[in-house]
């Protein structure tokens, strides 16, 4: 059955492996430096394209982190992986970019334009410095004008049929709601221009309900490229030229380029408009490409990498639904008090027997329990510390009494450090605020 991501539907996701086979989401298995805990324990568990990145950190060099947050309602635990991985990317060395969607809360949710102002820094801004992050670009939507233009210009390689295809959008669904994806392209590909970072690997890390943004971009992003590189049937490389003007032009200047990083045997058929090379192998694609973005800005295109996602799992809620800002009990917000932090733990859904008799002959659950989750994602840095509660649990020697006690100390803790720290923030927004 097809089924279709929703992003803007609050679903729990549960098979992702299903997800990774119809949607052609790839498995992440990169061995990244000092990894964060969740690329270590598999919530990141798969990317788009995040090759080119991965080469930009093993070589050293600069790559882009652009991600989004939605200013409606509290943050709360479920929109902290994000966070963590973009800061996790600073200690590499990344440009970071920030985008509140204040266009997106106002089409699809109807959040004013005060009101996530006011919603972006004191629930999100605040807590993502407490948590740590540097200073980096955090810009409104509604205020950036490149993210618009692009938005504007990018859309004429797409049309409505096509975004009705991936977001199921009906005759009723407002202008507004149906221009915001491309709104979020111009998030996602403005960080490109040349007034920004330039043209670099860019990662998106994000929860795998936003895949149709992902996509979508890529698309768009391909479709304004000026040329096309592929294999062809009897193993040359062609490199095509999409563009109906300057086409002899273009094919000379590829040759020329060409020649100088030591391709020696060409084939040049402009009626075609395609220039084969004799002596490239498929597994240089990417390195040709690489020598022929400079073309494509000197021929008035973009010069766009293509960007890539990885996607992380959504935590699940406390009650086994999805954690959600609307229904409190599933949720342990940034700002919530300890005993209510507490009070939530201890009612959790766990994974445990129906007896503790039952629970110590045939062990617990831990893949089914919210707070084994919470620890996982987030509470528990000790990979070994984790493992052993696991292998506790499933012996049927761990009491959910006892990890829940664990989680509602370890929750109190974090969330008074985190307070003290919200406090020490006020002061440094404007750092992170460029367009104030
Ligand atoms: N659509 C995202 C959400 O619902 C927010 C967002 C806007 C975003 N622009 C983005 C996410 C760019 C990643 C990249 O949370
Ligand atoms: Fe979850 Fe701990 Fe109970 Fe196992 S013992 S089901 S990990 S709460």
């Known amino acids: 059955m097809h089924v279709r991501i929703d992003p803007w539907a609050s679903t729990q996701y549960k098979d992702y492996a299903k997800l ?21 324990r598999g919530v990141v568990f798969g990317h788009r394209g995040f090759g080119s990145v991965y080469k930009a950190i ?40 920030i985008a509140v969607a204040d266009i997106e809360a106002f089409a699809t949710r109807g959040v004013s334009f005060e009101k996530a102002t006011e919603v972006a820094v004191e629930e999100y801004l605040l807590n993502y410095i407490a948590f740590g992050l540097k200073p980096c670009q955090v810009y409104f939507q509604s205020k950036r004008k490149e993210v618009a233009d692009l938005a504007y210009t990018l859309a004429v390689k ?6 009705k295809a991936i977001y199921g959008f009906e005759d009723s669904t407002n202008m507004c709601h149906v221009f915001a994806p491309l709104i979020q392209v111009g998030d996602i590909m403005h960080v490109q221009l040349e ?40 193993n040359k490389i062609g ?25 020696t045997k060409f084939n040049k058929i402009p009626s075609y408009k395609a220039l084969y090379i004799l002596d490239a192998k498929s597994n240089e694609i990417s390195d040709i490409e690489e020598e022929l973005r400079s073309i494509e800005i000197n021929f008035n295109g973009y010069g766009f990498y293509l960007p890539s996602a990885t996607y992380h799992r959504l935590i699940t809620g406390l ?13 342990i917000f940034l700002s919530d008090k300890a005993e209510d932090a507490e009070r939530k733990i201890k009612n959790a859904k766990t994974g445990g027997a129906i007896s503790l008799e039952a629970q110590k002959k045939h062990g617990g659950k831990p893949e089914e329990c919210t707070v084994y989750e919470l620890m996982l994602y987030h509470l528990i840095e000790n990979d070994a510390e ?51």
Not at 158 to 163: A, D, F, H, P
């Open 20 to 40: 990774k086979e119809e949607f052609g989401i790839e498995d992440f298995s990169f061995s990244l430096p000092n990894p964060h805990k969740l690329f270590r």
């Open 58 to 97: 093993k070589n050293r060099n600069k790559f882009i982190v652009l991600t989004g947050l939605m200013p409606s309602g509290r943050m709360h635990l479920g929109h902290k992986m994000t966070i963590d991985q973009t800061i996790y990317y600073q200690t590499l060395n990344a440009d970071v970019y």
């Open 158 to 163: 797409t049309n409505l049929s096509e975004m």
């Open 195 to 234: 007034k920004y970072s330039s043209p670099k690997p860019t990662v998106v890390p994000v929860g795998v309900d936003q895949d149709p943004h992902i996509r979508f971009t890529r698309d768009l992003t391909q479709a304004h490229y000026l040329f096309n590189v592929a294999e062809t049937k009897d």
């Open 239 to 263: 490199i095509f030229v999409k563009s109906d003007e300057n086409i002899s032009n273009i094919l000379d200047t590829c040759e020329r380029k060409l020649k100088k990083i030591g391709y």
């Open 319 to 331: 009650t086994g639904d999805k954690m959600s800002s609307s229904k409190p009990e599933t949720a």
């Open 386 to 436: 984790l493992e052993k509660i696991y292998t506790d649990c499933r012996a049927g020697k761990q009491k959910c009494g006892e990890c829940k006690s664990l989680a509602a100390e370890l929750i109190k803790k974090f969330l008074k450090e985190l307070g003290e720290k919200r406090a020490q923030a006020k002061e440094k927004v404007k750092e992170y605020l460029v367009e104030w």
